[in-house]
Protein backbone atom coordinates (compact mmCIF):
# COMPACT_ATOMS: atom_id res chain seq x y z
CA UNK A 1 0.00 0.00 0.00
CA UNK A 2 1.41 3.21 -0.56
CA UNK A 3 -0.68 5.29 1.35
CA UNK A 4 -3.08 4.81 4.59
CA UNK A 5 -5.53 6.94 2.35
CA UNK A 6 -5.61 4.93 -0.50
CA UNK A 7 -6.04 2.08 1.71
CA UNK A 8 -9.27 3.82 3.42
CA UNK A 9 -11.46 3.38 0.83
CA UNK A 10 -9.82 -0.32 -0.76
CA UNK A 11 -11.04 -3.52 0.07
CA UNK A 12 -9.44 -4.52 3.17
CA UNK A 13 -9.15 -8.56 3.07
CA UNK A 14 -7.23 -11.76 4.75
CA UNK A 15 -6.42 -15.13 2.99
CA UNK A 16 -6.39 -17.77 5.80
CA UNK A 17 -5.14 -20.40 5.74
CA UNK A 18 -1.32 -19.26 3.99
CA UNK A 19 -0.33 -22.97 2.99
CA UNK A 20 -2.68 -26.06 2.58
CA UNK A 21 -2.63 -27.82 5.49
CA UNK A 22 -1.99 -25.48 8.10
CA UNK A 23 -2.59 -25.96 12.31
CA UNK A 24 -5.72 -24.47 13.38
CA UNK A 25 -3.44 -21.52 15.63
CA UNK A 26 -1.39 -20.65 13.04
CA UNK A 27 -4.48 -19.80 10.31
CA UNK A 28 -5.64 -17.18 13.20
CA UNK A 29 -2.42 -16.07 14.14
CA UNK A 30 -1.41 -15.09 10.39
CA UNK A 31 -4.50 -12.97 10.06
CA UNK A 32 -4.14 -11.36 13.30
CA UNK A 33 -0.97 -10.64 12.25
CA UNK A 34 -2.15 -9.32 8.89
CA UNK A 35 -4.62 -6.97 10.41
CA UNK A 36 -2.05 -5.80 13.25
CA UNK A 37 0.68 -4.85 10.27
CA UNK A 38 -2.04 -2.78 8.56
CA UNK A 39 -3.37 -1.28 11.64
CA UNK A 40 0.52 -0.26 12.62
CA UNK A 41 1.04 0.97 8.93
CA UNK A 42 -2.12 3.27 9.61
CA UNK A 43 -0.98 4.54 12.83
CA UNK A 44 2.89 4.90 11.32
CA UNK A 45 1.82 7.27 8.76
CA UNK A 46 -0.63 9.14 11.31
CA UNK A 47 -4.55 9.21 11.08
CA UNK A 48 -4.58 13.18 10.60
CA UNK A 49 -2.67 13.04 7.53
CA UNK A 50 -4.27 9.98 5.65
CA UNK A 51 -8.01 12.00 6.30
CA UNK A 52 -6.23 15.23 4.82
CA UNK A 53 -5.41 12.61 1.65
CA UNK A 54 -8.22 11.02 1.66
CA UNK A 55 -10.55 14.03 1.32
CA UNK A 56 -8.53 15.30 -1.62
CA UNK A 57 -9.00 11.83 -3.68
CA UNK A 58 -13.02 12.00 -4.02
CA UNK A 59 -13.27 8.65 -4.17
CA UNK A 60 -15.62 6.77 -1.50
CA UNK A 61 -15.01 3.32 -0.13
CA UNK A 62 -16.74 0.72 -2.42
CA UNK A 63 -19.75 -1.04 -0.90
CA UNK A 64 -18.93 -4.62 0.47
CA UNK A 65 -20.44 -6.62 -2.47
CA UNK A 66 -18.02 -4.45 -4.58
CA UNK A 67 -15.12 -5.26 -2.54
CA UNK A 68 -16.01 -8.96 -3.17
CA UNK A 69 -15.98 -8.70 -6.66
CA UNK A 70 -12.68 -6.48 -6.59
CA UNK A 71 -10.72 -8.88 -4.81
CA UNK A 72 -12.80 -12.08 -6.44
CA UNK A 73 -10.71 -10.60 -9.69
CA UNK A 74 -7.67 -11.29 -8.10
CA UNK A 75 -8.20 -14.92 -7.30
CA UNK A 76 -9.43 -16.76 -10.75
CA UNK A 77 -10.45 -20.01 -10.09
CA UNK A 78 -11.80 -19.97 -6.60
CA UNK A 79 -15.62 -20.48 -6.04
CA UNK A 80 -17.72 -18.08 -4.67
CA UNK A 81 -19.47 -18.41 -0.99
CA UNK A 82 -18.90 -22.21 -0.93
CA UNK A 83 -20.44 -23.31 2.22
CA UNK A 84 -18.98 -26.10 4.34
CA UNK A 85 -20.18 -27.89 8.17
CA UNK A 86 -18.30 -30.08 10.17
CA UNK A 87 -15.75 -30.75 7.34
CA UNK A 88 -17.70 -31.37 4.76
CA UNK A 89 -18.99 -29.21 1.70
CA UNK A 90 -22.64 -28.84 1.79
CA UNK A 91 -25.50 -27.29 -0.02
CA UNK A 92 -25.58 -23.09 -0.42
CA UNK A 93 -27.39 -21.94 2.86
CA UNK A 94 -27.07 -24.62 4.93
CA UNK A 95 -28.01 -24.20 8.57
CA UNK A 96 -25.44 -23.13 10.83
CA UNK A 97 -22.35 -23.53 7.78
CA UNK A 98 -19.54 -21.57 6.90
CA UNK A 99 -19.22 -19.57 3.57
CA UNK A 100 -15.95 -18.04 2.83
CA UNK A 101 -16.04 -15.55 0.25
CA UNK A 102 -13.54 -17.61 -1.90
CA UNK A 103 -12.67 -20.89 -1.67
CA UNK A 104 -9.81 -23.25 -3.81
CA UNK A 105 -8.65 -26.80 -2.50
CA UNK A 106 -6.59 -25.92 0.72
CA UNK A 107 -7.14 -22.21 0.81
CA UNK A 108 -10.04 -19.44 1.91
CA UNK A 109 -10.25 -16.26 1.32
CA UNK A 110 -12.38 -13.71 3.52
CA UNK A 111 -13.18 -10.13 2.05
CA UNK A 112 -13.48 -7.74 4.56
CA UNK A 113 -14.71 -3.62 3.70
CA UNK A 114 -14.20 -2.07 7.10
CA UNK A 115 -12.96 2.02 8.08
CA UNK A 116 -9.88 1.23 9.08
CA UNK A 117 -9.07 4.95 10.13
CA UNK A 118 -10.94 5.10 13.26
CA UNK A 119 -10.00 2.75 16.31
CA UNK A 120 -13.74 1.37 16.57
CA UNK A 121 -13.50 0.35 12.38
CA UNK A 122 -10.14 -1.66 13.60
CA UNK A 123 -12.07 -3.26 16.54
CA UNK A 124 -14.60 -4.25 14.31
CA UNK A 125 -12.45 -5.72 11.80
CA UNK A 126 -10.22 -7.76 14.24
CA UNK A 127 -13.29 -9.25 16.33
CA UNK A 128 -15.53 -10.02 12.94
CA UNK A 129 -12.00 -11.86 11.42
CA UNK A 130 -11.40 -13.02 15.03
CA UNK A 131 -14.83 -14.74 15.21
CA UNK A 132 -15.27 -15.76 11.47
CA UNK A 133 -11.99 -18.24 12.23
CA UNK A 134 -13.02 -20.08 14.97
CA UNK A 135 -16.32 -20.78 13.05
CA UNK A 136 -13.96 -21.50 9.89
CA UNK A 137 -11.91 -23.77 11.50
CA UNK A 138 -14.58 -26.02 12.98
CA UNK A 139 -16.48 -25.88 9.44
CA UNK A 140 -13.28 -26.38 6.97
CA UNK A 141 -11.40 -29.31 9.45
CA UNK A 142 -11.76 -32.97 8.74
CA UNK A 143 -9.70 -36.33 9.82
CA UNK A 144 -7.19 -37.70 7.07
CA UNK A 145 -6.62 -41.10 6.26
CA UNK A 146 -4.41 -41.35 9.29
CA UNK A 147 -6.49 -40.11 11.46
CA UNK A 148 -5.04 -36.59 11.62
CA UNK A 149 -6.99 -33.37 11.77
CA UNK A 150 -6.29 -30.83 8.89
CA UNK A 151 -7.28 -27.94 8.09
CA UNK A 152 -9.57 -27.12 3.96
CA UNK A 153 -8.55 -23.67 4.73
Known amino acids: MESVASF ?6 AGVGP ?3 VWMGEAKDATLNRIKNVEGE ?6 SEAEKLAKGTK ?4 SWRQSEIDVGKEYPGYREQVSFKDGNEVSHGTKNSSRPDFYINGHSVEVKNYKVTTFSGRSNLIRSVSKQINKRI ?4 YLNKLGKLLLLM
Open 8 to 13: SWQPAY
Open 19 to 21: APR
Open 42 to 47: AVEKGI
Open 59 to 62: KTRP
Open 138 to 141: SDLI
